[in-house]
């Protein structure tokens, strides 16, 4: 868990390197723009990561969110 906080419309986390700006809706929809999109600098707590087949254990199963970038 990471705690967060929101500062002048920014979201800053413990231990992040870097905050997050509001997303627009073509951030939200294209996730690798904006707040989302990762830096070669951007440490572990900015992109986390965890074993892809934890993710989709549960019904329904969110299959856009599985869709995967070439």
Do not use: K
Not at 15 to 37: H, L, S, V
Not at 56 to 67: A, I
């Amino acid at each position: 868990m990471v705690v967060c906080r929101v500062t002048d419309n920014i979201l800053y986390c413990d231990g992040d390197n870097r905050g997050y700006a509001r997303p627009t809706e073509a951030d939200n929809w294209g996730c690798n723009t904006g707040p989302f999109a990762i830096l070669e600098e951007d440490n572990a707590v900015h992109q986390p990561s965890a074993n892809r087949r934890l993710y989709y254990t549960e019904n329904p199963t969110n299959h856009y969110s599985r869709m995967q970038t070439f």
